[in-house]
C-alpha cells in the first residue's frame, strides 16, 4: 500500500497494483473540457496529471489582429459567467495607454455592474459545486437567484452573457431611468435565496463532510502558486485588489474582506458566501452615491462620437469613420491593469506601437494558477473528493485556455 492510503488494523494486503483511469473530458464534473489521468491505489488517488487544452480560444492572438474597440466583445468570452468584469478591466487598460479618465457616473456605474457580476459568478460557482455532491435544490435556488440579476444585466447592456457594455472611456450607454429601482427589488429577492441556500447547506452534515478538511491548500503553498481571489482568501490571506493596489472608485466604499483559516472546500464556500453578501453592499453604497453627468468622455483619440454629432457634423462624421477604419491609436507604450475577477486577479497586459491594433494583448487568467495546483490539492484523498475539490477552484474555460 502506498503512504496515501495505509491500511487500516487487521486488513489484509491484497497486493493490487495502481489502477489508472481517465476522468474527463466528457465527464459532467470535468465540465467537457478537462482531463485528469489519474492513478488510484484502490479509491485513494495516487497521483493525477491535469490536461487542458480542449477549449483554447485563441483570445491573445485575435487580439492583435483587431483593433482595440474591437477586442471588447471578445473579452466577454474570457469568464463568460462575469463578462462584465471583463469589460471594465480590458477598457481601464487601454485608458491607462491613452491617459483617458472615465466620469465619475461611469465609474460607479461599472462599480455596480462588476458586482452584481461577482455575485452572478459565485452563485454559478456554489451552486454547481452543490449540486455535483448531491444538493441540487440548491442549485436551482442559487440559479433562480442569478436570474433576477441577469435580467438586470440585460436591461443595462441588452444581453446576458455577451455583455459588450464599456467603452474606452466609459460605457456604451447610461444605467436606464428604472434600473435603480429594480435594483433594489432584486437585491432583496437575492439576499432571501442566500438566506434559504446557506441553512440548507451550512446545517447539512452531508455536505459539511463532503467538504470540511478536503482540498486543503496551506497559506504558504497559496502564495507559491500565486493565487488571487477566494482561492488565497480562504487560505487566511486578506489580499483583494480592490483594497491593495485599489482602482475605480473602491477606496470611497465601505466593505470588509472575508478570509478562510484552513484553506479547504469548506472555507471557499464560506468566502464566498460572505463576498456575496459584501458584493450587495457595494452595490447598494454605489447606487446611492450615483452622481448625475455623462456615462462617457468623448476622447476624439479613442472614442466613437456621439451618434448626433455623427449625423449633423462633418467632423463627427470623420471623426466616427477614422475610428472605425483605422481603430484608436493610443501612443507607443505598454500597460498593465488588473482587477478583482469572480474567482481572481484578472489582468490585461498591452503593448501599443502606435498603430490601430495592439502589437501584444496578454491576459492573465486568475484560475489557471488553481488548476496548475489541482494536482497537488487531490492526492491522498478519494476519488469522490475530486468532484468538490474541482467545483470549489471555480475553474472557467473561457479564460484558463484564452
Known amino acids: 500500500m502506498t503512504e496515501a492510503s495505509p491500511r487500516r ?4 494486503d491484497l497486493g493490487a497494483e495502481p489502477m489508472v483511469i481517465e476522468i474527463g473530458p466528457q465527464h459532467p464534473a470535468m465540465h467537457g473540457i478537462t482531463r485528469m489521468h489519474a492513478e488510484l491505489d484502490g479509491e485513494v488517488v495516487v497521483s493525477v496529471d491535469v490536461d487542458i487544452g480542449y477549449l483554447h480560444r485563441g483570445f491573445e492572438k485575435e487580439c492583435e489582429n483587431s483593433n482595440y474597440i474591437q477586442i471588447i466583445p471578445y473579452t466577454d468570452r474570457l469568464n463568460y459567467v462575469s463578462p462584465l468584469i471583463n469589460n471594465i478591466g480590458y477598457s481601464m487598460t487601454v485608458e491607462k495607454l491613452f491617459g483617458i479618465e472615465p466620469p465619475r457616473r461611469a465609474e460607479f456605474a461599472r462599480v455596480i455592474m462588476a458586482e452584481l457580476s461577482r455575485i452572478t459568478d459565485h452563485l454559478t460557482c456554489l451552486g454547481a459545486m452543490a449540486m455535483e455532491v448531491g444538493a441540487m435544490s440548491v442549485f436551482i435556488w442559487y440559479v433562480k437567484a442569478r436570474e433576477y440579476l441577469w435580467e438586470l444585466v440585460e436591461e443595462v447592456t441588452g444581453a446576458r452573457l455577451t455583455t459588450n457594455w464599456t467603452r474606452i472611456g466609459g460605457n456604451a450607454n ?4 428604472h434600473f435603480l429601482d429594480m435594483l433594489e427589488e432584486r437585491l432583496k429577492m437575492v439576499e432571501s435565496v442566500l438566506d434559504e441556500g446557506e441553512k440548507l447547506l451550512l446545517r447539512n452534515k452531508i455536505f459539511i463532510d463532503r467538504m470540511q478538511g478536503v482540498g486543503i491548500v496551506s497559506k504558504e503553498r497559496a502564495i507559491e502558486y500565486a493565487f488571487t481571489g477566494p482561492m488565497l482568501r480562504a487560505c487566511g490571506v486578506p489580499y483583494d485588489l480592490r483594497r491593495e493596489d485599489p482602482y475605480s472608485v473602491y477606496p470611497e466604499l465601505d466593505f470588509e474582506i472575508p478570509v478562510g483559516t484552513v484553506g479547504d472546500c ?4 464560506l468566502v464566498r458566501v460572505e463576498e456575496m453578501r459584501q458584493s450587495i453592499r457595494i452595490v447598494r453604497q454605489a447606487a446611492e452615491m450615483l452622481p448625475p453627468g455623462d456615462y462617457m468622455n468623448y476622447d476624439r483619440r479613442a472614442s466613437l462620437p456621439d451618434k448626433m454629432e455623427v449625423y449633423g457634423s462633418i467632423e463627427g462624421l470623420i471623426d466616427h469613420f477614422k475610428v472605425v477604419m483605422d481603430g484608436p491609436q493610443p501612443p507607443p507604450g505598454e500597460a498593465y491593469q488588473a482587477v478583482e475577477g469572480g474567482n481572481g486577479e484578472v489582468g490585461f497586459y498591452i503593448v501599443s506601437d502606435g498603430s490601430g491594433q495592439p502589437l501584444k494583448c496578454r491576459c492573465r487568467p486568475p484560475c489557471f494558477n488553481f488548476v496548475a495546483a489541482l494536482s497537488e490539492m487531490v492526492v491522498g484523498h478519494y476519488v469522490a473528493d ?3 475539490i474541482f ?5 472557467i474555460g473561457g479564460e484558463l485556455e484564452r
Open 391 to 395: 467545483g470549489s477552484i471555480n475553474m
Open 266 to 269: 469548506l472555507d471557499r464556500v
Open 9 to 12: 488494523m487487521g486488513e489484509p
Open 386 to 388: 475530486i468532484v468538490p
Open 174 to 177: 447610461d444605467l436606464p431611468d
